[in-house]
């Protein structure tokens, strides 16, 4: 089983629209999650990170952590066009502190 | 304030050549870290250095080589460069040893 799994998408909303991302990851010691999001051609941009177990919002996004479930989802509201990314799930585990380990990405579109 | 640096952003090398991929930050960041990142792979670890002076093995180190040169820069070089090699490499920094910065990449092409 890989570290980080995505919903391999791709995800396609329309503007307006929330937008649902989630990860889940293998390792119950994992202590801190990420997401970046990345244009195309672009390197990935970090938006959030959560450590604790439940909801923590900026903005637009909404970043969701349920340990309990090895579960992170990341929510964005009123999606726009300038939302069309892909979207990286990375986690940190406990026992190799600085190592992030990424899942391969989810693409969404949102179109107008 | 630049944050991460890297250089070239564009290379093409041939089978056996050899170079190297600098980075630098400007942040003041004691982690910095080397990735690839492939078509469908997503990105994956080569190698990353915790402080300066220290040098770990990641995921994919195999073919690669690493300089902490000082707390600023964090070198990768490719001795003899094979085929597989072909990617986006990416370098990034971290304050905390949890979030990572990164750097706008270089594009590698080895035929």
């Known amino acids: 089983q890989k570290e980080v799994e995505q919903n391999s998408g791709p995800l396609s909303v329309p503007e307006g629209a929330i937008a649902s991302l989630n990860c889940t990851y293998s390792?119950?010691?994992?202590?801190?999650f990420f997401w970046y999001r990345q244009y195309s051609g672009k390197s990935p941009e970090l938006i959030m990170f959560i450590y604790s177990n439940g909801d923590k919002e900026d903005g637009r996004f909404t970043a969701q952590l349920n340990k309990a479930s090895q579960y992170v989802s990341l929510l964005i509201r009123d999606s726009q066009p300038s939302d069309s990314a892909t979207y990286l799930c990375?986690?940190?585990?406990?026992?190799?502190?600085?190592?992030?380990?990424f899942g391969r990405g989810t693409q969404l579109t949102v179109w107008p | 304030n630049a944050g991460v640096t890297q250089t070239p952003k564009f290379q093409v090398l041939k089978t056996g050549q050899s170079m190297t991929l600098q980075c630098a930050q400007d942040?003041?960041?004691?982690?910095m870290y080397w990735y690839r990142q492939d078509p469908g792979m997503g990105l994956r670890l080569i190698y990353y250095?915790?402080?300066?002076?220290?040098?770990d093995k990641g995921e994919v180190p195999n073919g690669y080589n690493v300089s902490r040169l000082n707390k600023r820069e964090f070198s990768l070089r490719l001795e003899s460069a094979a085929p597989s090699q072909t990617s986006v490499y990416f370098c990034?920094?971290?304050?905390?040893?949890?979030?990572?910065?990164f750097g706008p990449g270089t594009r590698l092409t080895v035929t």
């Open positions: 990034a920094s971290s304050p905390t040893l949890y979030e990572q910065y």
């Open positions: 942040m003041n960041h004691n982690s």
């Open positions: 390792d119950r010691g994992s202590q801190s």
């Open positions: 990375a986690v940190n585990r406990g026992s190799t502190l600085g190592r992030l380990y």
């Open positions: 250095s915790a402080s300066e002076g220290t040098t």
